[in-house]
């Protein structure tokens, strides 16, 4: 199993822990609201969907997906997720993804969530790139990308499904030298 991970966000009261199976309800209660639909490439039936994703959150293989919940400590509620797919140890690089409840939008959580997340991704695990995807219509996760120092480099047409359709997504990027 992989090592507990819990990371402070400069935001009071608003800490990254793993996630866990606990939170499945009321993650997808919010990826299923038509407004987070229309900026993620999810495609939930059923909450049963989702629970394959925290066996691969459990691995402790190296390269095996990362993901932490965005918590209220001060009542445990879930505010969204975080973490890094697509990671490759030999090019210390990975991926980085997130949702967030829309109740939760414009408050700054995902970008300090995200600055919390970078820092330790520098820091502990020596990566050097860390990517993130987005869609062209996700205006507001691309200004969160570009306050966090990502730059922009360019369009991948048709990467990644998004519910049955090939769909484009701006690439990302942040190099840990300008970290």
């Given at each position: 199993?992989?090592?507990?991970?819990?990371?402070?966000?400069?935001?009071?009261?608003?800490?990254?822990?793993?996630?866990?199976?606990s939170d499945a309800p009321?993650?997808?209660?919010?990826?299923?609201?038509?407004?987070?639909?229309?900026?993620?490439?999810?495609?939930?039936?059923?909450?049963?969907?989702?629970?394959?994703?925290?066996?691969?959150?459990?691995?402790?293989?190296?390269?095996?997906?990362?993901?932490?919940?965005?918590?209220?400590?001060?009542?445990?509620?879930?505010?969204?997720t975080i973490g890094f797919?697509?990671?490759?140890?030999?090019?210390?690089?990975?991926?980085?993804?997130?949702?967030?409840?829309?109740?939760?939008?414009?408050?700054?959580?995902?970008?300090?969530?995200?600055?919390?997340?970078?820092?330790?991704?520098?820091?502990?695990?020596?990566?050097?790139?860390?990517?993130?995807?987005?869609?062209?219509?996700?205006l507001a996760s691309i200004?969160?990308?570009?306050?966090?120092?990502?730059?922009?480099?360019?369009?991948?047409?048709?990467?990644?499904?998004?519910?049955?359709?090939?769909?484009?997504?701006?690439?990302?990027?942040?190099?840990?030298?300008?970290?």
């Amino acid at each position: 199993m992989r090592t507990h991970l819990q990371l402070r966000t400069d935001q009071p009261h608003i800490i990254l822990r793993d996630v866990q199976r606990s939170d499945a309800p009321a993650w997808y209660a919010y990826l299923q609201l038509p407004q987070t639909i229309e900026h993620t490439s999810w495609n939930l039936r059923d909450l049963q969907d989702l629970l394959p994703q925290f066996d691969l959150f459990a691995s402790a293989e190296a390269g095996s997906q990362i993901r932490l919940a965005i918590v209220d400590e001060r009542d445990g509620r879930l505010l969204g997720t975080i973490g890094f797919h697509t990671i490759s140890v030999p090019n210390r690089s990975a991926e980085l993804s997130y949702d967030l409840d829309p109740a939760y939008w414009g408050q700054g959580i995902v970008a300090s969530a995200a600055r919390a997340l970078l820092t330790w991704a520098y820091s502990e695990m020596g990566w050097v790139r860390i990517q993130a995807t987005v869609l062209p219509s996700n205006l507001a996760s691309i200004r969160v990308l570009e306050k966090l120092g990502f730059e922009r480099e360019g369009l991948l047409r048709s990467f990644r499904q998004v519910r049955g359709v090939a769909g484009d997504f701006l690439m990302y990027s942040r190099l840990a030298q300008d970290a």
